[in-house]
């Protein structure tokens, strides 16, 4: 890999009711997920890692340290995904081409695919935000271009990431990738056993 400058925000916020425990802790054999999303983040080239963890989800917290990543907390719970993202695009180190955009509840997404987005960025530096793609769908991890990272921040609290994200499809890119795992996530307890039947 080329080394582009790109960081990633893990967003593991911390446990799912619909799950009933932590998504960033789920074992895969003798990995967990938060440890899967770190390590495909790293293959790709973010050499900035930043995990976004709840004010009480301590576990995590040790888990991630353990990567040695650095670790942004949410103030309030029940503020929203984007005030996650916002306290992990706020300790991003330097100025990075790209950030990644990295929900823990896909940890199955191939480290090729996060190679393809980087890539991407890299053969087009005025790309905004690019969206891994599989079978006409967009998916996850999204990679932020460094221009738009601003407008992430200044968002208000009620908003979402697609205000940016959906802002001006001119200057966003998809990029094809032979990956399912970019648009399935873990929300159930029925999503992890497919997924764990999947590395059998």
């Known amino acids: 890999m080329n ?8 967003l593991a916020a911390g446990r799912s009711s619909r799950m009933g425990r932590d998504k960033a802790l789920l074992p895969f054999g003798d990995t967990t997920a938060l440890q899967r999303v770190v390590a495909a983040s790293r293959a790709a080239g973010a050499e900035g890692i930043v995990v976004v ?8 917290r040790d888990a991630a340290l353990a ?9 309030d719970q029940k503020a929203g995904p984007i005030a996650s993202l916002k306290a992990g695009l706020s300790e991003v180190p330097g100025d990075p081409a790209g950030v ?22 890299a053969r087009d530096r005025s790309r905004a935000v690019l969206f891994p793609r599989h079978g006409g769908r967009r998916g996850h991890p999204v990679l932020l271009g460094h221009q738009v990272l601003d407008e992430v ?7 979402t990431l697609r205000a940016v994200t959906l802002a001006n499809e001119a ?4 990029v094809d990738v032979v990956d399912p795992w970019v648009v399935s996530d873990l929300d159930t307890p029925d999503d992890y056993q497919r997924a764990l039947r999947s590395l059998a």
């Not at 929900?103 to 480290?111: G, I, K, S, T, Y």
Request: cysteine-free.
């Open 67 to 75: 990567l040695d990543v650095r670790v942004a907390v949410t103030p």
């Open 53 to 60: 963890i709840g004010p009480k989800a301590d576990a995590i």
């Open 171 to 174: 200057r966003n890119a998809d």
């Open 153 to 159: 921040l200044g968002l208000p609290r009620a908003a």
């Open 3 to 10: 080394r582009l400058g790109l960081s990633a925000v893990v």
């Open 100 to 121: 990644f955009v990295f929900p823990v509840d896909h940890p199955l997404v191939a480290e090729a695919s996060l190679i393809a987005l980087a890539q991407a960025l």
